[in-house]
């Protein structure tokens, strides 16, 4: 059974960065190589909806929202099989439910579009 939990604090001052760890059980990052699945990050508010963030492949290739590719980056440890998003210069526009997510597409805005979710972490950035 492949779990997703993502860990990260639930409030933030503003100008400050966003660290958040998603550990994955029951499944590989980084296997079976050959084929393509990716690990997202996602967030979630009554403003904007669903929306995507970025993603880390089996591979270890990133890519990140156009939007956010100047404040958002997203690694990965392999040994403890976790990957890491984070947000800097983060400002209340930031404030969010923030999911990480696993499945065979990236981009999309639905949750039907990927095969597993983390329970979803509260972020409020305020100073």
């Known amino acids: 059974q492949v779990q997703l939990q993502e860990s990260g604090p639930g409030l933030v001052k503003p100008s400050e960065t966003l660290s958040l760890t998603c550990t994955v059980s029951?499944?590989?990052?980084?296997?079976?190589?050959?084929?393509?699945?990716?690990w997202n990050w996602l967030r979630q508010s009554p403003e904007k909806g669903l929306e995507w963030i970025g993603y880390i492949a089996r591979n270890g290739k990133t890519y990140i929202h156009p939007l956010l590719n100047d404040r958002a980056f997203i690694s990965r440890d392999t040994a403890k099989n976790q990957f890491t998003l984070q947000l800097h210069s983060i400002t209340p526009d930031d404030t969010a439910v923030y999911y990480c997510a696993g499945g065979n597409d990236f981009g999309r805005e639905s949750r039907g579009d990927y095969d597993y979710w983390s329970p979803g972490t509260q972020v409020t950035v305020s100073s």
């Open positions: 029951g499944a590989s990052l980084t296997s079976p190589s050959g084929h393509r699945y990716y």
